[in-house]
């Protein structure tokens, strides 16, 4: 088994930041990618930031320059620092991985996701 624990997730004002934690834990040989999705009230769940294991980032355009994804790989824990929070970051957050147990075989798993609102 392999659970994803999500933190970090509240109410800001906007213009504030906060900083989503993520870990792994289980039967992990390797993780080689994690990230965050996010879903707003009525909208499809996209993808906010993901990093693979060797440090490569990708971010949505509307995030850029604002959050950053970090990972820490000893730990199987992924951080989404958020600043200039906007109220159209409202939302529930999802955090993702990709892991690879000792067979070699990759599973996708998914946080229960935390909710982030923004206030205007």
């Known amino acids: 088994q392999v659970q994803l624990v999500e933190s970090g997730g509240g109410l800001v004002q906007a213009g504030g930041s906060l900083r989503l934690s993520c870990a792994a834990s289980?039967?992990?040989?390797?993780?080689?990618?994690m990230g965050w999705y996010r879903q707003a009230p009525g909208k499809q769940r996209e993808l906010v930031a993901i990093?693979?294991?060797?440090?490569?980032?990708n971010y949505a355009d509307s995030v850029k320059g604002r959050f950053t994804i970090s990972r820490d790989n000893a730990k199987n824990t992924v951080y989404l620092q958020m600043n200039s929070l906007k109220p159209e970051d409202t939302a529930v957050y999802y955090c993702?991985?990709?892991?690879?147990?000792?067979?070699?075989?990759?599973?996708?798993?998914w946080g229960q996701g935390t909710q982030v609102t923004v206030s205007s």
């Open positions: 993702f991985a990709n892991v690879v147990d000792y067979s070699g075989s990759h599973y996708d798993y």
């Open positions: 990093i693979s294991s060797g440090g490569s980032t």
């Open positions: 289980g039967s992990i040989f390797s993780i080689s990618a």
